[in-house]
């Protein structure tokens, strides 16, 4: 989510209209989630005024994107419980490497990795770590925990992690490749790259098409490359139908489909949506996509002009 407007100092907290014009969500709603489900506990004043404080706004923002996404008030206030839960397992990881992208410091967010990938392996550590401390930081962003620089900081950080991941990946098992890519209004890919580190580490060559990939893009990279299988994915329930125009495009060609992402969330979202559905979890996903590909042995001799698993091509920031 892009907050392109300044909104008023958090300080010792906002009033409520002041939370309810920064987060976009009605005040009446702000005291229902109070009220029904505890999200937040706010402060009050001596008069008896509600003030959020940049935690509260933080756990709010949370509840309204998983709202967003469709999902009920109490299956929202539930999911937020459990990633803000500090009993979780893979909570002091996520809470370490905040706290190191505060301090700018990279190699101690990069031992922090390592030293998860050592203990949980790459799939856990993607899906409990790695994926949470990302969508914490931008509530972090939102209600003024921190600056954009720490949001890019933190990105960047994990993106190189991953980038080395894919560069001591095991040869790839096959001569075809999967495309993967996000709806032509999407932005983000941080999510297909972490795919395509686990999918390359159990070796399936993958192609990044970037963001914001136009339907032509997507259909000429089908034609221009022995494809195994295409994924799309979108995050934004509002961008979804042209995402679901790449698939549908896709799907003409005759090369298999894969989808995800929060537009895509519900049953009723995927809805005559061609392709397969992968889930919420990059671990179930990787197997979902490897249990279809074709066994083929890999052409004998050089293969000019690419790299063991992983081809960049149009990687946005």
């Avoid at 700018?104 to 790695?130: F, N, P, Q, Y």
């Avoid at 136009?214 to 979804?240: E, L, M």
């Amino acid at each position: 989510m892009t907050n392109t407007t300044a909104g008023p100092e958090v300080g010792a907290g906002l009033l409520i209209h002041e939370a309810s014009a920064m987060l976009g969500v009605p005040a009446p709603t702000l005291r229902s989630w109070e009220g029904r489900y505890g999200m937040p506990t706010t402060l009050r004043t001596p008069g008896g005024h509600r003030r959020y404080t940049s935690e509260a706004l933080s756990q709010l923002s949370l509840m309204r994107d998983e709202i967003v996404t469709g999902r009920r008030p109490p299956d929202a206030a539930r999911r937020v419980r459990a990633l803000l839960n500090d009993q979780a397992p893979a909570h002091s990881r996520i809470t370490h490497i905040l706290a190191r992208s505060t301090a700018r410091d990279a190699d101690a967010i990069r031992a922090a990795l390592e030293d998860s990938l050592a203990e949980l392996g790459l799939a856990s550590t993607l899906d409990d770590v790695v994926m949470p401390s990302m969508r914490q930081i931008g509530t972090w962003w939102e209600s003024g925990q921190c600056d954009v620089g720490q949001e890019h900081f933190l990105t960047e950080v994990l993106r190189g992690w991953l980038a080395k991941i894919t560069t001591l990946a095991p040869p790839v098992e096959s001569d075809r490749w999967v495309l993967l890519g996000v709806g032509p209004r999407d932005l983000h890919t941080l999510g297909i790259e972490a795919l395509a580190a686990l999918l390359v580490t159990q070796g399936v060559g993958c192609r990044l098409l970037g963001s914001r990939t136009p339907v032509r893009v997507v259909v000429a990279a089908v034609a221009a490359n022995p494809t195994a299988a295409v994924v799309i994915v979108s995050h934004v329930p509002t961008h979804r139908r042209p995402a679901i125009e790449s698939l549908n495009a896709v799907a003409t060609t005759g090369c298999p489909t894969y989808y995800a992402g929060n537009a895509f969330l519900f049953p009723a979202a995927r809805k005559g949506v061609p392709g397969t559905y992968l889930g919420e979890r990059l671990g179930e996903a990787t197997d979902l996509i490897r249990a279809c590909l074709p066994t083929e042995v890999p052409p004998s001799g050089p293969q000019l002009g690419r790299t063991p698993g992983l081809s960049l091509t149009a990687l946005a920031s």
